[in-house]
């Protein structure tokens, strides 16, 4: 028992102090590049596993991490739940291996258990924790911590092939800790490349464990410098670069930046995702004088206290994991430094600790009789600390709940950071309540363009104040880096949809200048002209973009989108027809100059669907999925389209085969179901509804469709809560708000269900049978000028009113 407690203490500890962790939704700081918008970790199967392995997100090779996100989106979809327990329990496994690799350097069980702790509730660790996309930083760690552990199983089995004849064994026996420290080495580099300091750390250890450091013990290290070159190749090298400081500069850079992470662990006043550089970068500047003076006492230090082993290697542990870290500039990058890059270059320190608590234990002099004195002092120190530093991380992990309080608690802490004004802006952009400003605003410019002089209401007062605000954020970010293209972009986005068309073009040429090769402001501007009437420079900006990035998969489809969406408006459009099949044409080659992939023929596929062109996305999937049988994407969209076709048959079989690949797909579920439904199997049917919302309980249309056939078995009040549920989770959902109607009517609950037919009205003002209901529903109220008007959009939509019920009426027009 007494040897599971510091482990159970470990793991107890560090639950308590990130259980907000669990709460927490992604947020819109790389969570959208490397998971949610990352396709290739969306289905699991053999190409996309070959992808991660193939390709690079934002520049850094980390497929390990990639691929425990596509298990993880398999088996739960997009739960956040998952993916940040995940993260918890790993960052407690390696708590619990520091725990281990503490008594095996010859820490005292609680000593190590102190420094584990320390370690496992640092405030400094709460972004490699709480943040979805730092699971590399938990994951190489992980790995990284067994190939230290393993590596100090070789060096035991060295020091015993010394002293001890042993029988006669493999020649590879001798050196099997070794290769299972390389192996785990790898797998920790191919979780994040800043393992490549592991072998310097084997080194470090060998001089700790006063093991002669030859050439024999350099090449033994050959393979894992090997992969961890090759590795600092890919992720690296490509992005190297020359300062652009002077010499004195770059030097107090540096400085900063190797003080910076010892502040951040020694005195960890607050954290946030981004942190800058003052400016101008002098000796004159406090800080920069300041990071100087303690990288003076640093040295002094450490050659005041060359002798004490656990000193040396403390701060020889943190330089060797982070040096490729320290900066002489800070040129191109959002983080010049961060609390993540410290998550295990910290783990000397806490092992020191650990050994100074131990030492100071040993050190102390106490009288037998005043035994339990003393571990009442202990404890209290050990406890204020925990307690102190286990709340900064509970705070802390509050802040990442949400990109709203990711964002707030950056600009509380520094206001004038303009990537967080940007993105809070981004985000508040999306949510209701300043959707619904965007419209209220546009409607008012409407207004003010056909030069009508009206009183504003206070609900389009309050839109115009909303709109402001986020036009001053953007404002904000942009003055304050007048070279920060996406406040440029994004104002000119929020200009666009609000109506203010020279503001927004004015935007747009700015971010053109700034950055010529920005994809997406060419689609922004082709959006734009083509809402102007200038089919010429719509075309133009879409043409450009094809110009720019002749070998993008993704430019091809998004140009060919935009050509989707505007045929949509302008069905006949010669010049815009024309202008899609050129862009078609030039995808088309491009599939066929380069290696062909499932996911190609299914873009192609979705293409051709949305261009009505059936047959040949029937033929595009069918293409694709001969290449990978097994691509789900495909699977479920063949299946829709042969149920479009009536050919009811294929497409079970494809949704069977959509589910067996992928378990999760919730709407393939939802298809059978309508299948079986139209066959007059409403048994199976319903158990298909039920199966799509175990697999996604916010999926609306199954609600609906179960609560459809409630209706129709006459179960009213079961129909009534189920409706509500699809609106609840797609309240847009004009629909399910006039059947909720109909079942009202057929309770007799008038006044519920002229609000609902309301409310499907308002979403679709082309609900001619919303209209007629409203109308019928009005006349039996005796409302009968509300009948008359209702009665009368209903017939501006085509419906036929009988002549009786038209005479009736006219009397109240």
Known sequence: MKKWFFPFVIIVVIFFCYQPVLRAHFVNWDDETHLLNNLSVHAFDQEHIKEIFTTRVHGTYIPLTLLTFMIEHHVWGFNPFIYHLDNLILHILVSLLIYCLAQRLGLSSWAAGAAAVLFGIHPMHVESVAWVTERKDVLYAFFYMLALLTYLKHLDVCRLGKSVSLPKKPLWWPHRFLILTTIWGFLSILAKPMALSLPFILLLLDWFQKRSISRREILEKLPLFI?????????????????????????????????????????????????????????????????????????????????????????????????????????????????????????????????????????????????????????????????????????????????????????????????????????????PPYQEAKKEYHKMVEVQNEGLNIDFSKKTLASIKRIAYLISLYERASSINPSFVSAYYNLGQLYQDVGLIPKALICYRKVAELDPNYQDVYLSLGKLYFDLGDAAKSNLAYNQLLTLYPDDENVYMNVILAYNEILKKNVNDFEYRAARRQALEGYLQFIHDHSSTARSFFNLGYLYSEMGEIEEAISAYQTALKINPRHSESLYNLGNLLKGADHEKEALDMYQKAIEVDPRNSNAYLNIGIIYGRKGQDDKAKEMYHKALQVDPHNAKAYFNLAYMKEKEGNAHEAIDLYSKAIHLDPQNAESYYNLGNVYITLQKTSEAKSAYLKAVEINPNHMNAWVNLSILSFQMENFHDAARYCDEAVLLGYQAPSDYLRVLEKYR
């Open 227 to 431: 992969m961890m070159a090759l590795m600092a190749w890919l992720s690296y090298i490509p992005y190297a670069r020359l300062p652009d400081t002077t010499l004195p500069q770059g030097a107090l850079i540096w400085i900063w930046t190797f003080v910076f992470y010892l502040r951040q662990f020694f005195w960890p006043l607050y954290s946030v995702p981004i942190y800058r550089l003052s400016h101008p970068i002098s000796l004159f500047q406090w800080d920069y004088a300041l990071s100087v003076a303690v990288f003076i006492l640093i040295l002094i230090l450490v050659i005041r206290f060359r002798r004490s082993r656990w000193l040396l290697f403390a701060f020889g542990y943190y330089f060797l994991s982070i040096f490729f870290l320290l900066r002489f500039d800070e040129v191109g990058d959002t983080n010049i430094v961060a609390d993540r890059f410290m998550y295990l270059p910290s783990l000397g320190f806490c092992l020191g600790l650990g050994y100074g608590l131990q030492v100071a234990w040993n050190r102390l002099s106490i009288p037998k009789a005043k035994e339990a004195l003393r571990k009442i002092v202990f404890a209290a120190v050990i406890g204020l600390l925990v307690i102190t530093l286990g709340l900064k991380t509970y705070y802390q992990s509050k802040t990442w709940q949400n990109s709203l309080s990711l964002w707030q608690h950056q600009l509380k802490i520094f206001p004038q950071e303009y990537i967080a004004l940007n993105n809070l802006a981004l985000l508040l952009g999306e949510i």
